[in-house]
T-cell receptor
Framework: SAVISQKPSRDICQRGTSLTIQCQVD?????MFWYRQQPGQSLTLIAT?????????ESGFVIDKFPISRPNLTFSTLTVSNMSPEDSSIYLC?????????FGPGTRLTVT | AQSVTQLDSQVPVFEEAPVELRCNYS??????LFWYVQYPNQGLQLLLK??????LVESINGFEAEFNKSQTSFHLRKPSVHISDTAEYFC?????????????FGTGTRLKVLA
């Protein structure tokens, strides 16, 4: 399994500002993923973050809006930039061990 | 393209009754299948998985799912539910051994167990 922590667990932000979410894993992993879960909906993959390379973004997500850093094999950050109320969601990071994905507890973001 | 369909958005059921949560998928390649559970205000936890071998897989808390390749289904069942099973359940697939690790999630089924 994997133990994953995220900071902050929740935040309320004003529109136009940015928030950086941190994801820490208990041991080294090659791939980390960032997901968004909008209210009452399923998970949507934002990007895949590999250490030492640029993140790979899914259709509909761009680096200017969701810049990602992956400075080492146990840590990643996701920034939600220039926020609007539509960005209110739960943001989750996950890692792969074997063929299983393990998820962090999520960051609940509310944009007012 | 791959997709996962969970036809039931909500399933109310009385305590101690059986339940089935349906999951169908579409893929042109072999897949691995997963069920995740999300309790209120918590993250996702892996409930059970099918990677290979026996098509019937079980979890430690009494849930089971059966992989049916011909019907491209992976329905989740429990013979007797408890109040504590109230949660959101997500079905997911990823490509098989030669594929990527990307997961495709269904839209989720909210199981509400009634007293």
């Amino acid at each position: 399994s994997a133990v994953i922590s995220q900071k902050p667990s929740r935040d309320i932000c004003q529109r136009g500002t940015s928030l950086t979410i941190q994801c820490q894993v208990d041991s080294q992993v090659t791939m980390m993923f960032w997901y968004r879960q909008q209210p009452g909906q399923s998970l949507t993959l934002i990007a895949t973050a590999n250490q030492g390379s640029e993140a790979t973004y899914e259709s509909g997500f761009v680096i200017d809006k969701f810049p990602i850093s992956r400075p080492n094999l146990t840590f990643s950050t996701l920034t939600v930039s220039n926020m609007s109320p539509e960005d209110s969601s739960i943001y989750l990071c996950s890692v792969v061990r074997g063929r299983e994905q393990y998820f962090g507890p999520g960051t609940r973001l509310t944009v007012t | 393209a791959q997709s996962v369909t969970q036809l039931d958005s909500q399933v109310p059921v009385f305590e101690e009754a059986p339940v089935e949560l349906r999951c169908n998928y579409s893929s042109s390649v072999s897949v691995y299948l997963f069920w995740y559970v999300q309790y209120p205000n918590q993250g996702l936890q892996l409930l059970l998985k099918y990677l290979s071998g026996s098509t019937l897989v079980e979890s430690i808390n009494g849930f089971e799912a059966e992989f049916n390749k011909s019907q491209t289904s992976f329905h989740l069942r429990k013979p007797s539910v408890h109040i504590s099973d109230t949660a959101e359940y997500f079905c997911a697939i990823s490509q098989g051994a030669s594929g990527t690790y990307k997961y495709i999630f269904g839209t989720g089924t909210r199981l509400k167990v009634l007293a």
